[in-house]
Structure formats: structure tokens, C-alpha cells
T-cell receptor, first 114, second 114 residues
Framework: AQSVAQPEDQVNVAEGNPLTVKCTYS??????LFWYVQYPNRGLQFLLKYITGDNLVKGSYGFEAEFNKSQTSFHLKKPSALVSDSALYFCAVRDMNRDDKIIFGKGTRLHILP | DGGITQSPKYLFRKEGQNVTLSCEQN?????MYWYRQDPGQGLRLIYY???????QKGDIAEGYSVSREKKESFPLTVTSAQKNPTAFYLC?????????????FGSGTRLTVV
């Protein structure tokens, strides 16, 4: 089955520093990968996706993600973190073997320290 | 504006009672999904529906039931058979399961058993 793993439960970054939230995936075939963000007591919001094309994908709020096929990774990045970026981030993959449903990782809580 | 609405935002249930969570969308999406979110466990799929009058069990369907009588509505009933129902419940929708843009999420319902 397709899956994604987020190895870090929490990431702490000082405001203004670059941030990275890690994600690795396991799929058969070409992956459809997503990043979502969740603020407290809210639903998930779509940030960006990778389907095909350039390995560097740009998304909302200045976020980007780098697709690396050889390392099976799809890390989320931002050059300069803001306190308002503090939230829960989910990596996700479409599971081609299960009615194309999207499978979510367990989430990484990002704390931006002022 | 188009969107997906979940109600109520907070819900309290006594042990042994059934409760129904509402999910309505005006996005003309065919597919709808119910997830349960617990701290540290990410999102787990309860039920999904790809078309009116049809739905399938997800990974944790026991103790839950759904209906899909209208395209825009996908209510979730948490029955007394669900032994640990306290959680945050998220509803989502997409044009089809194959939609490359992923899912649109509601704002969630927090259910607490008292």
C-alpha cells in the first residue's frame, strides 16, 4: 500500500530562519503528493501538490516543496519562517490501489519561536 | 462562496447515545469523506462516498454509519457501539476521487463524551 511518513512529531525554528518539514513516501508508480496545513480547531488547508514536472513546487504562503525521486522524499520548505507559520502540517499521497483515496501522514507540529 | 460546512462545531454526547454530525457542500463535488483526528495519530478514514446512494467503509468504520441521499450532504452518525468517540471529526470533498487538486475540508466538529 502507498504510504507517507513524517519522521518528526515537532519542529522548532526561530523566526526569520529557514524551515524544513520532512516527508518520505512509499508508492508504486508515479506519486501524487500533497502538503496541507491545519490551524487549531480548523480543517486542513491545501498548500501545494506534486504530480509531474519540476521537482521544486511552489505553493501558498511562500511555502515550497522539493520532490526527490531517488530519496523518495517530498520535504516542505520556506526560506524565512514567520510566527504565523506555527501550525500542524500534513504530508499526503494518493493511493492508486485504494480507489485513489488520499492517505495522510501523522502530521508535524511546527513551532516558530519569536 | 462555495465551501463545505460542518455542524455543530462542538458536540457533547452522553454515553449510550447516538449523535449525527452534519456535512454539507455546495461545490458540486461527487466524492465526500469522513475522517477522525486524534492527537498523534493523524487522520484516519471512517467512510467515503464517490457517488450518491453509495458509500464504502474506510479504515475505522466500526461504530459509525453514514448515508448519501443527496449529492451535497454526507451525515455521519456516531453510534453507541463506538467505544471511544471523543475526537475531532473532519469532513472533506473532491470533484472525484481522481481529482488532482486533492480535497477541500470543512472546519470540523469536536465531539466529547460526557
Amino acid at each position: 500500500a502507498q504510504s507517507v511518513a513524517q519522521p518528526e512529531d515537532q519542529v522548532n525554528v526561530a523566526e526569520g530562519n529557514p524551515l524544513t518539514v520532512k516527508c518520505t513516501y512509499s508508492v508504486s508508480g508515479n506519486p501524487y503528493l500533497f502538503w496541507y496545513v491545519q490551524y487549531p480547531n480548523r480543517g486542513l488547508q491545501f498548500l501545494l501538490k506534486y504530480i509531474t514536472g519540476d521537482n521544486l513546487v511552489k505553493g501558498s504562503y511562500g511555502f515550497e516543496a522539493e520532490f526527490n525521486k531517488s530519496q523518495t522524499s517530498f520535504h516542505l520548505k520556506k526560506p524565512s519562517a514567520l510566527v504565523s507559520d506555527s501550525a500542524l502540517y500534513f504530508c499526503a499521497v494518493r493511493d492508486m490501489n485504494r480507489d485513489d483515496k488520499i492517505i495522510f501522514g501523522k502530521g508535524t507540529r511546527l513551532h516558530i519561536l519569536p | 462562496d462555495g465551501g463545505i460546512t460542518q455542524s455543530p462545531k462542538y458536540l457533547f454526547r452522553k454515553e449510550g447515545q447516538n449523535v449525527t454530525l452534519s456535512c454539507e457542500q455546495n461545490l458540486n463535488h461527487d466524492a465526500m469523506y469522513w475522517y477522525r483526528q486524534d492527537p498523534g495519530q493523524g487522520l484516519r478514514l471512517i467512510y467515503y462516498s464517490q457517488i450518491v446512494n453509495d458509500f464504502q467503509k474506510g479504515d475505522i468504520a466500526e461504530g459509525y454509519s453514514v448515508s448519501r441521499e443527496k449529492k451535497e450532504s454526507f451525515p455521519l452518525t456516531v453510534t453507541s457501539a463506538q467505544k471511544n468517540p471523543t475526537a475531532f471529526y473532519l469532513c472533506a470533498s473532491s470533484h472525484t476521487a481522481l481529482n488532482p487538486n486533492g480535497y477541500t475540508f470543512g472546519s470540523g466538529t469536536r465531539l466529547t463524551v460526557v
